[in-house]
């Protein structure tokens, strides 16, 4: 039993992780002789290499052969093919002054049933990319796999009601495409429900991360259906308040119910030439199939659609299959929990095994161990300096050392308060050494408040738990307690989100139920077996915490480490009693520090990691032609200088780099290098009145991907309008309005206003043109672990003008 008692936590650890890693797994992809009616990634990888050979952007010249591509692929599977030429827009709700237009053509294949009168499911993918990037995750792989599902559905036969598959254009510019559809296509208004296809990486799991309106009976659906579900309803709470969109957010917008899913690991593949298809996860693919396809198929077949019930509580448990329900068993279940906690505060007080004031330091130090576990990792996350998107992606070349790393620190911060309140340590000096961690973080990058905060409630909270000695029956109970009140806090606020409370708390009550109403028995089977039983709910809870803990740091761990503290609090108790016979030994202090040193050993060495041929670091730099001066510049926007960049930046007699403005289109300083000015392709701006109306011409020259318009009025104008059309575009006197338009038509961009008295505009245009000039001064080769990013390597043209009346 000593020995069991020594090594219970270390191998609960052990299993838990591993089970939890294991259950991270990508399905095998099938074979391009698998069964007809299945979904085969090798099948829908010829349709991924096909699409995602070049960079593809709205606007682009090889945007047009993704199109022919498709629309022969779609032909082919005999949909009823129709392609919808119009205009999307966005406008910016953080600034009236910003307007974003592409000119999108669309392409809607209609799988027919038999029933069309029926409303029909669209499963919706987008066929743009980024600029410098082949997209062949983002999302080459979820219009590769709409295909695949359009082949499947057909060989299985007709369905009850059409299954229409809709690719957008211009997703990446602003979800420009979708906003088209959603606002303006007939085909639209037979839409009764959407599955959308999207990637933010090109490994992993695919993940089912939001769902519409009244998503209760969809969810049912779903996992019934899928194969493999991989979804938690905290991940979509949380998703609904975080400024990220897809193109299924018009879909939501407009009430339509819905699933919206992606893969997001190996990140530095996302919107990066890492996107390759041979880069690609076949598994990821698969997977996405394995939950699609069957879910389509059995929504096709529906006589009716899911109809809008309460918002479900759910979850897959370890990739295996998916529970789900409404939330009154939500409240069921938090009952029983809280049963099972008050019965064992009542039989342990009553028995004298725990005292109040113990199970109080008890809630005190589960608190601690989240603060002390999220002051750490904050004050790593600082030491990161992740402040601009070129340190971004430098981390992503190590982020499995980064996961790792803050996994390893979050262990050791948890093994060190329970091993501080098992020997009843002095407050003093964990006090003192959180206030100076929390104060540390104000010292790189400037004032933080956040560790400030946390330094303090560490503080606060080790002076209330420690200094006497905590048994494991009143640490654990406590430990219940809180838990207790965090889950009935979001049962009321944000029932999805107790899916990561509830569980782990109802498993941790039973187990201290059991031990407290079987305790004291002298059988050493019977402690043996009970024993076990612990580490073996031990073992399920810490599994299922590593995978919800993996996800959710691919989402945010880079913005902020702390978040793993959360899954450190949620995994305390049912490791409690385990964790409180090592930290009486005297390996305990010694344990937590060889996790503390690994932990920052990993950080450390992923914050040093430099770029090499298989996972390159970022670099963008590009030519820009001001034609309004005759000066030409090459220009870095990263803030800060590599290699190529170095060396690329100053031509043959030009100047060394230096951090400038280019107003309007640079306002803040960029690495800019005057360089001689070579031969371009001209836009034509021009300025008129007419009457009362303001008209603003921009004809661009051939091969512009996308226009850049901006005007500075000295007065009001009203009435603003685009090619004729009424827009959303507000001007104030002395402020730069912004219209950003991909994929101008040859025919050009005007705006107009209407005027009132004399005034006079101010208005510069930028358009971007693919590629180098043909006469400048070629940049040298990039180095194997550099990459290009953004609108690196292409030709930006500045023209201005101005008017008084």
Request: aromatic content about 6%; some cysteine; proline content about 7%.
């Amino acid at each position: 039993m000593k020995t069991i008692r020594f090594l219970g936590v270390w191998i609960c650890l052990v299993i838990g992780l591993a089970l939890g890693a294991w259950s991270l797994r990508t399905p095998a992809p099938l074979p391009v002789d698998a069964q007809p009616t299945a979904f085969s990634a090798q099948r829908a990888m010829a349709d991924v290499t096909a699409l995602a050979q070049a960079p593809h952007p709205t606007g682009s010249a090889q945007i047009a052969k993704v199109r022919d591509h498709l629309l022969t692929r779609m032909s082919e599977l005999g949909l009823e093919v129709s392609v919808r030429p119009d205009q999307g827009f966005y406008a910016s709700a953080q600034n009236p002054r910003s307007l974003t237009v592409a000119s999108v053509q669309n392409l809607a294949g209609v799988l027919p049933g038999t029933q069309r009168d029926l409303p029909a499911v669209l499963v919706m993918s987008h066929y743009d990319s980024v600029h410098n990037s082949p997209g062949a995750a983002d999302d080459a792989a979820g219009v590769a796999a709409a295909l695949e599902i359009a082949r499947a559905l057909k060989a299985g036969g007709p369905a009850k009601r059409d299954v229409i598959f809709l690719f957008t254009d211009a997703e990446e510019a602003g979800l420009l495409g979708a906003d088209a559809f959603f606002a303006r296509a007939p085909l639209a208004e037979r839409v009764g429900l959407v599955v959308n296809l999207e990637a933010r990486g090109d490994a992993g799991r695919a993940a089912m991360f939001q769902t519409g309106p009244g998503n209760g009976a969809l969810i049912s659906l779903y996992a019934r259906a899928a194969k493999g579900p991989s979804a938690n309803s905290l991940a979509s709470t949380v998703y609904a308040k975080m400024p990220n969109d897809t193109d299924f957010t018009h879909a939501v917008r407009k009430g339509l119910p819905g699933l919206n899913l992606a893969f997001i690991d190996d990140q530095l593949a996302y919107h990066t030439p890492l996107a390759r298809a041979d880069h690609l996860e076949k598994g990821s693919l698969q997977h996405v199939g394995d939950q699609v396809l069957p879910t389509i198929r059995a929504l096709a077949d529906a006589t009716a659609l899911p109809p809008p019930a309460p918002d479900a509580i759910y979850s897959d448990v370890l990739g295996l299959f998916m529970v789900s329900y409404p939330p009154i068993v939500g409240w069921v279940l938090l009952g029983v929990a809280a049963l099972l906690t008050l019965f064992a505060a009542w039989r342990a007080l009553s028995l004298g095994a725990a005292g109040g004031w113990e199970i109080a330091r008890g809630a005190a130090g589960l608190l601690l161990v989240a603060t002390t576990a999220a002051l750490i990792l904050h004050l790593a996350g600082r030491l990161l300096m992740v402040r601009d998107i070129q340190r971004y992606y430098a981390l992503l070349i190590g982020f499995d050392q980064l996961l790792w790393g803050a996994a390893l620190l979050a262990i050791a911060a948890a093994l060190g308060v329970a091993t501080a309140m098992a020997r009843g340590a002095s407050r003093i000096i964990p006090c003192v050494v959180a206030l100076v961690l929390g104060g540390a973080g104000s010292l790189v990058g400037g004032f933080d408040p956040m560790g400030l905060g946390l330094g303090v409630a560490t503080a606060l909270l080790a002076a209330l738990a420690l200094g006497y000695r905590t048994d494991a029956l009143g640490g654990w109970i406590g430990a219940l307690v809180v838990l207790l009140v965090l889950a009935l806090a979001a049962q009321i606020l944000a029932p999805g989100a107790t899916v990561m409370l509830t569980w782990p708390l109802l498993i941790a009550a039973f187990g201290v139920a059991l031990v407290i109403g079987i305790g004291g028995t002298r059988d050493k089977r019977v402690a043996l077996a009970l024993t076990g039983l612990i580490g073996a709910l031990a073992i399920v809870v810490l599994a299922q915490l590593t995978a919800w803990a993996a996800f959710t740091f691919a989402g945010l761990g880079l913005q902020e480490p702390a978040v793993l503290a959360l899954f450190a609090m949620l995994a305390a108790p049912a490791l409690s009693p385990l964790t409180h016979d090592f930290a009486t030994t005297r390996w305990a202090w010694r344990a937590a520090l060889v996790l503390a040193l690994g932990g920052g050993g990993l950080l450390t060495a992923a914050a040093l990691a430099e770029g090499s041929a298989q996972r390159p670091a970022l670099t963008s730099a590009l030519h820009v032609a001001d034609l309004s001066t005759g000066k030409a510049w090459r220009v870095a926007e990263q803030p800060r200088l590599d290699a190529w960049t170095k060396a690329a930046l100053p031509d043959d007699g030009g100047s060394q780099p230096a951090r400038k403005t280019l107003p309007p289109f640079w306002r803040k300083p960029v690495w800019m290098s005057e360089t001689r000015a070579a031969p371009v392709d001209v836009p034509q701006l021009s300025i008129d009145r007419a009457e009362d109306r303001l008209l603003i011409r921009l004809l661009p020259a051939p091969g512009a991907e996308w226009v850049s318009l901006r005007l500075k009025p000295n007065g009001p104008l009203s009435q603003p309008r685009l090619n004729g059309r009424p827009i959303s575009l507000t001007t104030e006197a002395g402020q730069w309005s912004v219209l950003t338009y991909h994929a101008p038509d040859a025919s050009g961009v005007t705006l107009s206003f209407t005027t009132t008295g004399p005034g006079q505009v101010e208005v510069a245009a930028l358009e971007y043109h693919n590629g180098w000039p043909r006469l400048a001064k070629a940049p040298p080769p990039k180095p194997a672990g550099l990459m290009a990013f953004g609108m690196s390597d292409k030709t930006a043209v500045l023209v201005r003008g101005q008017m008084s009346w």
